[in-house]
Structure formats: C-alpha cells, structure tokens
C-alpha cells in the first residue's frame, strides 16, 4: 500500500513540473494578437505596439473597400476584403518604427490613411 502511494505521489508530482515547465515554455513564444480596423481613411488603432522577437498576429477587418496593408520596411503586404478578417502573422526581429498604408487608392484623403508599427525590446 506504501508503495502504491509512493508510485502516485511521484507521478503526481511529475506531472506538476512538466505543466509548470510547458507553461513556462508556452508564455515565452505566445502570439500577441492585435485586432485592427480599416476605413476610409484611418487605420484604428493607428500605432501598434509589439516586443521584438514575440510572435505577432496583425487581425484586420475592412469596413467599407478593399484597403491596403503595407509596410514595406517589414515586408509585409495584404488587401483587406470588406468583412473578412485578413490575418498578418510576422515575428519582429529589430527594434524600430515602421510606418504602414493602405496601398489601394480608396478616394480623397487615401494619403492620410496610415499608421506605425513600434517595436520595443
């Protein structure tokens, strides 16, 4: 009886230590999700703050016309289709500001639509 105990403890405890060590893993490489909204003329928020070297996924949705997302310091590039969400995924490797704008000439005040992305260490 003893033994069996013994056995239960030490599986218990096991088992503990992997979870505690998974999630030690698992708050490190985590996505940092940020939920950004486009219409003319203004990208909503219009600053993103991320962390270098965490894994960032830009979640976009067009009210009202087929934007743009681009920055190119970054290389990354997208249309925005009214109504759907349009996932940008991009792990930032230097710290910096990167200006983003929508590409798709979407009427007067298209230059005005733009934003940065800032990343802090």
Do not use: W
Not at 25 to 45: L, N, S
Not at 62 to 76: I, Q, R, T, W
Request: with cysteine.
């Amino acid at each position: 009886m003893k033994a069996l105990r013994l056995i239960a403890v030490t599986v218990g405890l096991s088992g503990a230590l992997l979870g505690a060590a998974l999630g030690a893993q698992e708050g490190v490489g985590k996505e940092q999700v940020v939920q950004v909204t486009a219409r003319r003329f203004t990208f909503t928020p219009n600053e993103i703050v991320v962390k270098k070297g965490r894994p960032v996924v830009l979640e976009i949705s067009s009210e009202d016309f087929v934007h743009g997302f681009n920055v190119p310091a970054l290389k990354l590039r997208a249309d925005l289709p009214p109504g759907i969400v349009t996932r940008v995924r991009f792990t930032p490797e230097r710290v910096g500001e990167y200006d983003f704008v929508c590409d798709n000439f979407c009427g007067a005040g298209h230059e005005e639509m733009h934003g940065r992305i800032v990343v802090k260490d």
